[in-house]
């Protein structure tokens, strides 16, 4: 059973940093691909950082690239993200997402969800 657990959100200043963890465990299939995702109320989920442990390769959209590092732990089964100069913009409900099936640039294809994690950023 397929189990994503986020932590480590919360409230900071703009300009500080935050990492968020991702217990992910329960996988069976080597394709798996992880990916965290964001959502202000009222508009689409963002999928922001992406990255497929067997090759090594990682996405990230213009709105974070260059301040965020997503990052894989295959011993500990954790996927994490480091967040630096945090923005007001960066504020939303961020969620630990996965798939094993698919191109893992689909967002579609992300079919396991975590039950998300508050990060507030104040000016």
């Known amino acids: 059973q397929v189990q994503l657990v986020e932590s480590g959100g919360g409230s900071v200043q703009a300009g500080e940093s935050l990492r968020l963890s991702c217990a992910a465990s329960?996988?069976?299939?080597?394709?798996?691909?992880l990916g965290w995702f964001r959502q202000v109320p009222g508009q689409l989920r963002e999928a922001f950082a992406l990255?497929?442990?067997?090759?090594?390769?990682?996405y990230y959209a213009d709105s974070v690239k260059g301040r965020f590092t997503i990052s894989r732990d295959n011993t500990n089964d954790m996927v994490y993200q480091q967040m630096n100069s945090l923005k007001p913009t960066d504020t939303a409900m961020y969620y630990c997402?996965?798939?094993?099936?698919?191109?893992?640039?689909?967002?579609?294809?992300?079919?396991?969800w975590g039950q998300g994690t508050q990060v507030t950023v104040s000016s």
């Open positions: 990255i497929w442990p067997r090759y090594g390769s990682t």
């Open positions: 329960g996988f069976t299939n080597s394709r798996v691909y």
């Open positions: 997402a996965a798939g094993d099936g698919g191109y893992w640039l689909s967002t579609g294809n992300y079919k396991y």
